[in-house]
């Protein structure tokens, strides 16, 4: 029998994540594959030696959709496929890693700059690093958690005295700095990328925010996807080793592209509900053949 396990995080109860596993078990299903959906949890550990034991058997992949590196490390050396796989989520899940690992590759992105470490709640952040963010991607300027997700971890600052105090807030927590695309304020475009596919696009808008991510409030509709967009949707999923992702692209001067953000684990009930296309049905295929030939 063919089988597989989704896995949602441990903890998390946020109905969009089951939804997404439920609506991904019935498209294995379709498929002949028995998946069953479990949360994640103590299934693998190491002994003395670093030897995998493993209480986990009998699947023929694991739906990955958690982010817990070290579960999905664990699991991984344990002999089991993940989609997508450890090193993709990881990078992914931090802001500053993917943009790290998407530079110099072909793909344009918003002047970035990651945040200095900070380990001591008593220091300061010092005056010649706030010159250097200001005097780099000048004001407004944009400044985001490293591991924020739905627009929650994502502020502006207008001038010096609100990045100080951005600065001062974040200090203890990984963070980036990234120039202000006015001409993206309250848009951008969301793409899914299935086995290096770019499957669907959507574009994501708010009167409200500069931030457009639906959780915000902001409102969507179907997008073109054009070969410029589709080129670096595909490039960035490729060097980032991903086999689903939702890439959040900023719109620069001139028509230009810039990518934003990607998202290994993103949603994908809001980008089928606008663009009648079915994501959950195009991953299980593209895992079923990579699995099953
Ligand atoms: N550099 C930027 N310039 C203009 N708008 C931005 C910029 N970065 C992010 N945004 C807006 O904020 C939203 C959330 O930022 P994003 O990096 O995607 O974080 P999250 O993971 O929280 O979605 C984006 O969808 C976009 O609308
Ligand atoms: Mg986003």
Redesign the pocket.
Known sequence: MKRAVILTNAYSTLPTGLNQAERLKSEFERLGVSAEIRRNGFFASLDKDGTVINNFCGYDFCVYLDKDKYTSAILEKSGLRLFNSHAAVRVCDD?AETHLALAGQGIPM?PTVAGLLCYDAGASVRSNDIDFIARTLGYPV?V?ESY???????YKADDRHELEVLCEKLKLVPHLF????ST??GK?LRVIVIGGKAVAAMQRKSDTD????LELGGTAKSAEIDERLRDICELTAKTLNLDYCGI?V?YGENGEYLV??VNSNAFFGGIERVTGVNIARLYAEYICTKIYG
């Open positions: 802001k918003p944009i985001k924020g997700s739905l627009g929650k971890g994502v990234q120039k202000f695309i993206s304020a951008d500069f931030r457009s991510n959040d900023l934003c953000e």
